[in-house]
C-alpha cells in the first residue's frame, strides 16, 4: 500500500511559484494592490504611483503636506502592508 500526502493546493501552488521564482514578485504585487486598501480611501485618492525597487515602497502623492504626515508614520504602514499579504516583501517606504 501507498502513503497519502495530501496538501491543500494553496501550499503546492506556492511552492511551485518559489520554485519557479515567482513567489516574489507575485507577493510584491499583492502588496502593491493593497496599497489603497491599508491606506485607506482618503489617502489613496492623492496616491498617483505606487511600485517597489530594493524592498522599498515609493509612494507618489500630490499634496505635499500629507507627504509629510505619512512619513511619520511609515514604520506603521510597513507593518501592516507586510502583515496583509503575509510575508516581510517591503523594508522601508519613501513618500514623494
Not at 501507498?2 to 521564482?21: A, D, I, T, W, Y
Not at 511609515?74 to 507586510?82: D, H, S, T
Amino acid at each position: 500500500m501507498f502513503k497519502r500526502r495530501e496538501q491543500p493546493v494553496e501550499k503546492l501552488v506556492m511552492q511551485q511559484l518559489r520554485f519557479l521564482g515567482l513567489e516574489t514578485p507575485l507577493l510584491q504585487k499583492r502588496l502593491v494592490e493593497s496599497w489603497p486598501t491599508v491606506a485607506g480611501e482618503a489617502i489613496a485618492r492623492y496616491t498617483t504611483n505606487v511600485h517597489i525597487q530594493n524592498q522599498t515602497l515609493f509612494v507618489s502623492l500630490s499634496v505635499p503636506a500629507l507627504r509629510a504626515d505619512l512619513s511619520m508614520r511609515r514604520q506603521e504602514f510597513v507593518q501592516r502592508l507586510n502583515q496583509h499579504v503575509g510575508a516581510q516583501i517591503i523594508a522601508d517606504i519613501r513618500f514623494c
